[in-house]
């Protein structure tokens, strides 16, 4: 029963910015990394952003510099900022948690439905 809803998604131009976020709901006993993937028509799914709960950050190097995630672990949410947008980065953007399950600490993989962006030029 464990959720995850993105939001923030949209139609901007270039060099604009989005925010999105990613809340994940339901029961749970703890998160130990969250992150972003996007799709774009034609390609496969690949990595932008994974934060673990201690902070650790890891990037794809295509938005280093342009993008940053951040999470706030009591609302359990993870957002992702993203500024200078391009056109290139046009594609569903997905959150993915990794969620801490049960008392004994087994960690099971919850995928949002994903939002649209979309970057003109």
């Known amino acids: 029963q464990v959720q995850l809803v993105e939001s923030g998604g949209g139609l901007v131009q270039s060099g604009e910015s989005l925010r999105l976020s990613c809340t994940t709901s339901?029961?749970?006993?703890?998160?130990?990394?969250m992150g972003w993937f996007r799709q774009a028509p034609g390609k496969q799914r690949e990595l932008v952003a994974t934060?673990?709960?201690?902070?650790?950050?890891n990037y794809a190097d295509f938005v280093k510099g342009r993008f940053t995630i951040s999470r706030d672990n009591a609302k359990n949410t993870v957002y992702l900022q993203m500024n200078s947008l391009k056109p290139e980065d046009t594609a569903v953007y997905y959150c993915?948690?990794?969620?801490?399950?049960?008392?004994?600490?087994?960690?099971?993989?919850?995928w949002g439905q994903g939002t649209q962006v979309t970057v003109s030029s």
């Open positions: 993915r948690a990794e969620v801490i399950v049960n008392i004994e600490g087994a960690k099971r993989e919850f």
């Open positions: 339901g029961r749970i006993f703890g998160g130990n990394t």
């Open positions: 934060m673990t709960g201690g902070g650790t950050t």
